[in-house]
């Protein structure tokens, strides 16, 4: 078999994706010849956050149809697939379900092999999808909605970690800030499009651990200082001081990701870094890293924007890397489960070289 076809399910959260990805059997970095999304983010907004019961009725409605639109998308059908490749965790369990469930049934009908694939290890790698894609290492900070982490990554599932947030992560704390501005659910979005018309220098909001000598966050203490502060504001805020708490607020989380990033690249001698995670298309964010990486010689990655935040393309890259690299061989068997929680290192093989693409 010179390439194989992967079909990838996502539904850990509040986006149900699929996606096709073909990959060149002996390396070389994998295609992405259609994706399908469908955000539940309107359904959700009534409630100001996600409803994990409804999330999982909405996959169970959309995954099919997309299902077929990627396949038509890709000029395929479901008799090209040669493996299916899914999110087993971590995320909502129901959610995951709905995938695994899917994958599964897919995998047994078709005959061919199904792979549970680490959500932040689909981040991690949704770099390679991007017309800029990165060479290994590099130091990876991921920033999703329920992770903040630095690692060194040396090659596909070899993974170590660097440093995390002891409490909140990033997207969190962007969502979190937001609903106390008053923004509406999703908040981390919303927060930054507001902070565009924002004076970052209003406030001052506390950069937690930048001086702590570890490669740690904690973002828990910025959510109480913007109470503190909107509570000492008069009510209801003008839209000039909403738009100065955005922009503080948005400061200081990007202030500390950057700071420690650069750390993390001094620590480990490399010259090259990997943004990936939801926030990773927070515009602030990039334009104050690649200006302090330009200025270090560091390269720097992020996925296609449409591919920060979670799709089922970055599941198929993930399984088919997986896949090329030889760390793991899907099977064909269909006794799924999912793993609310799944600590990223458990699927990594840090002793063990392997490389990607060897062509
Ligand atoms: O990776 P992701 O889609 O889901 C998780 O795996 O958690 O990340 C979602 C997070 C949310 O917290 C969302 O508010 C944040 O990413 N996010 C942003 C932006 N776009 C998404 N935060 C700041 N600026 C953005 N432009
Ligand atoms: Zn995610």
Same mark, same amino acid.
């Given at each position: 078999?010179?390439?194989?076809?992967?079909?990838?399910?996502?539904?850990?959260?509040?986006?149900?994706?699929?996606?096709?990805?073909?990959?060149?059997?002996?390396?070389?970095?994998?295609?992405? /010849?259609?994706?399908?999304?469908?955000?539940?983010?309107?359904?959700?907004? %009534?409630?100001?956050?996600?409803?994990?019961?409804?999330?999982?009725?909405?996959?169970?409605?959309?995954? /099919?149809?997309?299902?077929?639109?990627?396949?038509?998308?890709?000029?395929?059908?479901?008799?090209?697939?040669?493996?299916?490749?899914?999110?087993?965790?971590?995320?909502?369990?129901?959610?995951?379900?709905?995938?695994?469930?899917?994958?599964?049934?897919?995998?047994?009908? /078709?005959?061919?092999?199904?792979?549970?694939?680490?959500?932040?290890?689909?981040?991690?790698?949704?770099?390679?999808?991007?017309? %800029?894609?990165? *060479?290994?290492?590099?130091?990876?900070?991921?920033?999703?909605?329920?992770?903040?982490?630095?690692?060194?990554?040396?090659?596909?599932?070899?993974?170590?970690?660097?440093?995390?947030?002891?409490?909140?992560?990033?997207?969190?704390?962007?969502?979190?800030?937001?609903?106390?501005?008053?923004?509406?659910?999703?908040?981390?979005?919303?927060?930054?499009?507001?902070?565009?018309?924002?004076?970052? *220098?209003?406030?001052?909001?506390?950069?937690?651990?930048?001086?702590?000598?570890?490669?740690?966050?904690?973002?828990?203490?910025?959510?109480?200082?913007? !109470?503190?502060?909107?509570?000492?504001?008069?009510?209801?805020?003008?839209?000039?001081?909403?738009?100065? !708490?955005?922009?503080?607020?948005?400061?200081?989380?990007? %202030?500390?990701?950057?700071?420690?990033? !650069?750390?993390?690249?001094?620590?480990?001698?490399?010259?090259?870094?990997?943004?990936?995670?939801?926030?990773?298309?927070?515009?602030?964010?990039?334009?104050?890293?690649?200006?302090?990486?330009?200025?270090?010689?560091?390269?720097?990655?992020?996925?296609?924007?449409?591919?920060?935040? %979670?799709?089922?393309?970055?599941?198929?890259?993930?399984?088919?890397?997986?896949?090329?690299?030889?760390?793991?061989?899907?099977?064909?068997?269909?006794?799924?489960?999912?793993?609310?929680?799944?600590?990223?290192? *458990?699927?990594?093989?840090?002793?063990?070289?392997?490389?990607?693409?060897?062509?």
């Amino acid at each position: 078999m010179s390439s194989f076809l992967v079909l990838g399910i996502e539904s850990s959260c509040d986006e149900t994706g699929v996606a096709l990805v073909r990959a060149p059997a002996d390396g070389g970095v994998p295609q992405l /010849l259609a994706h399908a999304l469908h955000s539940q983010v309107a359904m959700h907004a %009534d409630y100001g956050g996600v409803v994990p019961e409804l999330a999982s009725r909405d996959h169970i409605r959309r995954v /099919l149809p997309l299902t077929s639109k990627a396949l038509a998308q890709a000029g395929c059908t479901l008799l090209n697939v040669d493996a299916v490749a899914f999110t087993r965790g971590p995320g909502l369990a129901g959610a995951l379900l709905v995938g695994a469930g899917v994958a599964c049934a897919l995998g047994a009908a /078709l005959d061919v092999p199904v792979l549970g694939v680490h959500h932040l290890e689909g981040h991690l790698l949704s770099p390679f999808l991007s017309a %800029d894609a990165p *060479e290994f290492p590099f130091v990876a900070l991921l920033v999703s909605g329920g992770h903040t982490q630095l690692m060194r990554v040396e090659g596909v599932g070899q993974y170590e970690l660097l440093g995390e947030s002891i409490d909140d992560a990033a997207g969190e704390a962007f969502d979190k800030s937001a609903k106390l501005i008053g923004l509406p659910y999703p908040g981390g979005p919303e927060l930054a499009r507001l902070a565009e018309r924002g004076n970052a *220098e209003v406030f001052n909001f506390p950069r937690p651990l930048l001086h702590s000598g570890n490669l740690d966050f904690s973002f828990a203490g910025l959510k109480t200082a913007v !109470l503190t502060q909107v509570k000492k504001l008069l009510e209801p805020l003008d839209e000039q001081v909403r738009a100065d !708490l955005a922009a503080s607020v948005q400061a200081a989380i990007v %202030d500390v990701l950057v700071k420690k990033s !650069l750390s993390a690249l001094r620590q480990t001698r490399l010259k090259r870094l990997v943004v990936a995670g939801g926030v990773s298309a927070n515009r602030a964010l990039r334009e104050q890293m690649n200006a302090a990486c330009k200025a270090r010689g560091v390269r720097v990655h992020y996925p296609e924007l449409e591919l920060c935040t %979670d799709n089922g393309a970055m599941i198929a890259m993930a399984a088919a890397m997986r896949m090329q690299a030889g760390v793991e061989v899907p099977q064909k068997d269909y006794s799924f489960d999912v793993r609310a929680r799944w600590p990223l290192q *458990e699927v990594a093989q840090i002793t063990e070289k392997t490389q990607h693409a060897k062509a």
